[in-house]
């Protein structure tokens, strides 16, 4: 068995749908790109700690996406597997109180910012129509209308290649033009 194959195998295990030689025009909002080895759709936060400690140990890349957006793929396609973030990683919720947001990698910007406004709160309205997901959206400090994701990105956890969780906060979040820490 191939390192593919274990890793497929793995991600079949922790309860992620598995797809091989998946064509990335279906998963990119511009609608192109070849296919990936692995298309492995994510749910939980133990299944892609759990999946990325495999892939490092089978020397597997493994790229995690959200919505596709603001990404393009090589119509060669994509080596090794692709991490489609979905489930708990698509969750919005309040924090505790009802002022915090918090949301999953996944969450699209459009239901964030309807959930904000559903909630009476401001300061998302520049995000409106920027066609990605969260995670992405905080990675690269999306913005537009000359604010960003840094004027109300208060903390982020993340996982490392090796399955570690960490989270960033505050001046360590390192934001600045399209771009963080």
């Not at 119509?75 to 924090?95: C, H, K, M, P, Y």
Request: net charge negative.
């Amino acid at each position: 068995m191939n390192r593919l194959e274990q890793l497929a195998n793995t991600a079949k295990d922790l309860g992620c749908k598995v797809r091989c030689d998946e064509p990335m025009s279906r998963h990119t909002t511009f609608k192109i790109g070849g296919p990936a080895d692995l298309f492995i759709t994510v749910y939980s936060m133990e299944a892609i700690q759990k999946l990325y400690k495999a892939a490092n140990e089978l020397e597997v890349p493994l790229l995690p996406i959200g919505n596709g957006s603001n990404i393009l793929v090589s119509d060669n396609g994509i080596r090794g597997g692709v991490g489609a973030l979905a489930g708990e990683f698509s969750q919005i919720q309040f924090t505790g109180d009802d002022c915090t947001i918090r949301c999953g990698a996944g969450a699209t910007l459009a239901g964030l910012c309807v959930f904000a406004r559903e909630h009476s709160l401001t300061g998302l309205e520049f995000a409106w129509g920027i066609p990605g997901a969260a995670g992405g959206a905080a990675f690269m400090n999306a913005g537009a209308y000359e604010c960003a994701m840094e004027s109300v990105l208060t903390s982020c956890t993340h996982i490392t290649k090796t399955g570690e969780i960490g989270s960033l906060s505050g001046p360590k979040l390192g934001m600045g033009y399209r771009h963080t820490a």
